[in-house]
């Protein structure tokens, strides 16, 4: 089994691919640009005795998307589960936020759900099976202040998850989102401490999520546990929502 992952050299996307590894697929990572991380994740990946497999691309392209699927196909000769991970935030109130700033986080995280899928649905309808697990966020169901443009893209991925989980069904291709609350990671890390702490203190279960607590359920929605689920959006986040 072939799994294909993007932006997942770090935080929720990297141990996804671990957990995933840890369960016998064959990984693609998709990044974005070379750093000196994508050697220890290849490492690790394979330690749990898989193929790695590294493509490197910016997924609000729909060349670069093209490109990389391409390459994914002919090293693996398929793809069974697709995870739409990479994302960006670009927070701000609306009063200030910049055209550009709205733009390029739907670009990314919404067109860039678009552009990755675009390209894999045709190898899924053909070999008649497929998974595929969108990173939405609690802020896409619930909203959040100083978030117009994360949360119009991550309420964008659960409609295009509902939407594309009724189109693909007869091929069965299962479409279903994530919706994390705040998880610890490099994109949490730069909030303040006081933030951190009035954060904590309204989830329920009183402290942040970790990556693996995410990977946990997108391996539940990959694995053979949950053949009848499609269209779902799974919030993961310690009681907030
Ligand atoms: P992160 O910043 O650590 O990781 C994001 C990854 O996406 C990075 O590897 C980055 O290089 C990659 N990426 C960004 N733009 C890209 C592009 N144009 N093309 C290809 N790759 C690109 O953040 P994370 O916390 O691990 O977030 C992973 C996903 O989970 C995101 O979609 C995020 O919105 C979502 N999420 C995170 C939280 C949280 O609290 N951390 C909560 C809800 C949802």
Not at 79 to 87: H, K, M, P, T
Not at 223 to 228: A, H, I, L, V, W
């Given at each position: 089994m072939i799994a294909f992952i993007t932006g997942a050299t770090r935080g929720i996307g990297k141990e996804i691919a671990l957990e995933l590894s840890k369960r016998g697929f064959d990984i693609a990572v998709n990044y974005r640009k070379e750093t000196s991380e994508l050697e220890e994740v290849k490492k690790e990946i394979e330690e749990n005795g898989v193929k790695s497999f590294f493509v490197q691309g910016d997924v609000s392209s729909f060349e670069d998307c093209e490109k990389m699927v391409e390459n994914v196909e002919k090293e693996f000769g398929k793809?069974?589960?697709?995870?739409?991970?990479?994302?960006i935030t670009k927070d701000g109130l609306i009063m200030r936020m910049k055209k550009e700033d709205f733009e390029s986080v739907i670009d990314v995280n919404l067109t860039g759900t678009f552009n990755v899928t675009r390209n894999v649905i045709p190898y899924m309808i053909k070999q008649k099976s497929g998974r595929i697990i969108n990173i939405s966020s609690v802020v896409g169901v619930a909203g959040n202040a100083g978030q117009t443009n994360y949360s119009a893209s991550k309420a964008g991925i659960i409609g295009f998850t509902k939407s594309l989980a009724k189109e693909v069904a007869s091929r069965n291709i299962l479409v279903n989102a994530i919706a994390p609350g705040f998880i610890n990671t490099d994109m949490t890390k730069v909030l303040p401490d006081n933030v951190k702490e009035n954060i904590n203190s309204q989830i329920p279960l009183k402290r942040m999520g970790t990556a693996k607590e995410v990977a946990k359920v997108v391996a539940f929605l990959a694995?053979?546990?949950?053949?009848?689920i499609t269209g779902q959006v799974i919030n993961v986040d310690g009681g907030m929502i």
């Open positions: 793809i069974d589960v697709l995870v739409n991970n990479a994302g694995g053979e546990d949950s053949t009848y």
